[in-house]
């Protein structure tokens, strides 16, 4: 079937499942535009009339149905071939409706809307099927079918003398609400347990703690980097060292531009694994440039380089001579004197 827009109620199927359905909608839309009677016998209403009826049936059938009834043109005559046809439907679903109705117990749904939709539904296709149902059976197959563990709360409600399903449908619903409301607060908080504090006490006193963990951690910060200091420490280009030039490692360093400049004192000692001995005096705590090391002690280092002959792991001497081991004979040794040594 194709698709059908501008459709006041839904189509009729070919095979007719919604046929009281889409019957009765028929009758109210035609009701409503004062067309009724054209689908009455011996009806005396215009052509006019006629072809307006028609069209809204035509309109609110499937497209196969058109096709079948295509050279019909009075709106009567096509409303009795449908229903003809279709009408059979009232005995093939009254059966079902009634077992559904003989079967329907409210203990069997978790919540009373559910219940109401499922009794309004079998209601209505029985009502269509031509079958009678009052308030009064509504009424009494709800009272019967209540859960065996509420025998005295059904008592009460049959002790209120309900007229109407409506009314009893809202006294369940709010009780329903009710006793929802009560397991949620029983839920919230065992019988017996104090109440639980107030989540807004511990984030007040997280946040007026903030300022002074900041300013903690703002300290230890500032002694550890002397300030802010933006640079490369690996021989390239840095910048805004301690000094505003040079780098610590000989590269090249541009000069502290306000968020370069550090706060508190400087560092004189070269920072990493690698190590810098100063030049000068030969120690390893600072640098060449930084050294304060006296003059006449730098002059003895400088001196005492000078002077160095060859280190002294590269010659042995045994007290009385140098061995000449280039000139033994490596034969001369025994295996005994070998393993021996």
Request: with cysteine; charged share 30%; glycine share 8%.
């Amino acid at each position: 079937m194709s698709k059908l827009t501008n459709l006041m109620y839904a189509a009729l199927l070919a095979s007719g499942d919604n046929y009281l359905q889409w019957a009765l909608d028929t009758k109210i839309e035609l009701k409503s535009k004062g067309l009724a009677e054209c689908i009455v016998e011996a009806n005396e209403k215009t052509e006019r009339s006629k072809y307006q009826a028609i069209s809204i049936i035509r309109h609110h059938i499937s497209e196969s149905l058109k096709n079948q009834y295509l050279t019909v043109e009075d709106p009567l005559e096509l409303w009795l071939e449908l229903k003809n046809r279709y009408d059979h439907q009232k005995t093939v679903q009254l059966p079902k409706a009634q077992h559904d109705w003989l079967n329907l117990r409210i203990q069997d749904y978790k919540s009373v809307e559910e219940y109401n939709s499922e009794l309004f539904k079998i209601v209505s296709i029985l009502r269509l099927c031509g079958e009678k149902v009052t308030e009064r059976d509504m009424l009494e197959k709800t009272f019967s079918t209540f859960h065996a563990n509420n025998v005295l709360l059904q008592q009460q409600y049959r002790a209120k003398g309900f007229t109407t399903y409506t009314s009893l449908t809202s006294c369940l619903l709010l009780a329903e609400k009710n006793n929802e409301l009560l397991l949620m607060n029983s839920a919230l908080r065992p019988p017996g347990s104090t109440a639980v504090p107030e989540a807004n006490r511990a984030e007040t006193a997280k946040v007026s703690n903030e300022p002074q963990a900041t300013k903690e951690s703002n300290y230890v910060h500032r002694g550890n980097l002397h300030g802010r200091v933006c640079g490369r420490e690996r021989g390239g280009r840095g910048r805004g060292n301690f000094y505003g030039q040079g780098n610590h490692y000989g590269g090249r360093a541009r000069g502290n531009y306000g968020r370069g400049r550090g706060r508190g004192r400087s560092v004189n000692k070269p920072r990493g694994k690698a190590k810098s001995v100063c030049y000068r005096c030969g120690m390893d705590d600072h640098w060449a440039k930084t050294c304060r090391t006296s003059k006449h002690l730098i002059e003895a280092y400088q001196e005492m380089i000078k002077q160095k002959g060859p280190e002294a792991n590269l010659v042995h001497l045994d007290g009385e001579g140098d061995f000449d081991h280039e000139n033994d004979d490596l034969m001369d040794y025994e295996t005994s004197d070998i393993l021996g040594e």
